[in-house]
C-alpha cells in the first residue's frame, strides 16, 4: 500500500486514503483509451478529482510518479492542441495545490513532461505553457529551479524562432524574468 504523502492527523489519514484511491482510479482509467477523445475525457475526470472540495485540506498529490508519467503521455505531439490543453489545465491544478514549497521537490518529475512539448506546441498551447512556467516555475527561484533550469532554458528557446510573433515577445519576456531571478 502506497502511503506517500499521509498526514499524521486521523482525519485526514482517512481523507489522504479516499484521495488516493480516487487518483488511482482515474490513472486506471486512461489505460481504456482508445482515441483522443477519451484521453480528454480521462483528463476531465482526473481534474475532477484534484479538484475536489473534500481534499483541498491535502497540500500533497498521492501517485506523483504514475501521475506524471501519465500526464507526460497526455502531451504527445501526436495528439491535438485539445488534449494538450487539458493536459496543461490538470499540471496548474497540481502546481496551486502543492504551491511552491511542495512543487520544487517533484519539479524534475512534471517538468519531463513539460519540457519536450514547446517544441511541438501549437500557437494556441505555447502562451499557456509560457504562462504556467512564469507563474508556476519562476517563484522557486534559483534553488527551485537548479535541478532543472538546462532543460526550462532548451525548452523555451523554440519559442524565439519567430521575431514578429506574440509569442516571441512572451518568451522573450520569460527569459528577461530568468535572468532577473539569476
Known amino acids: 500500500m502506497d502511503l506517500e504523502g499521509l498526514p499524521s492527523d486521523p482525519k ?8 488516493r484511491d480516487e487518483v488511482q ?3 486506471k482509467a486512461f489505460d481504456g ?4 477523445a ?3 475525457k480521462y483528463l476531465n475526470k482526473l481534474h475532477k478529482v484534484l479538484e475536489s472540495k473534500k481534499y483541498e485540506k491535502l497540500a ?6 504514475t501521475l506524471s508519467k501519465r500526464l507526460a503521455q497526455c502531451l504527445n ?3 491535438p492542441a485539445g488534449v494538450h490543453l487539458k493536459g496543461l489545465e490538470v499540471y496548474e491544478l ?5 504551491g511552491v514549497l511542495g512543487l520544487a521537490p517533484d519539479l524534475p518529475l ?6 519536450p512539448l514547446f517544441q511541438s506546441a501549437s500557437i494556441q498551447v505555447r502562451p499557456k505553457l509560457i504562462e504556467l512556467y512564469d507563474q508556476y516555475y519562476l517563484p522557486l527561484g534559483c534553488s527551485g529551479l537548479a535541478p532543472c533550469i538546462d532543460g526550462l532554458i532548451a525548452s523555451i528557446l523554440y519559442g524565439l524562432e519567430e521575431e514578429n510573433t506574440p509569442q516571441y515577445v512572451s518568451t522573450k519576456k520569460l527569459l528577461d524574468s530568468m535572468c532577473d531571478t539569476f
Open 12 to 19: 485526514l489519514k482517512s481523507k489522504w486514503k479516499y484521495f
Open 38 to 40: 477519451d484521453v480528454i
Open 33 to 36: 483509451a482508445k482515441e483522443w
Open 110 to 115: 512534471y517538468s519531463a513532461g513539460l519540457f
Open 60 to 65: 500533497q498529490v498521492p501517485e506523483k510518479l
Open 94 to 98: 497540481i502546481f496551486k495545490k502543492l
Open 25 to 27: 482510479s482515474a490513472l
Open 77 to 79: 505531439p501526436v495528439l
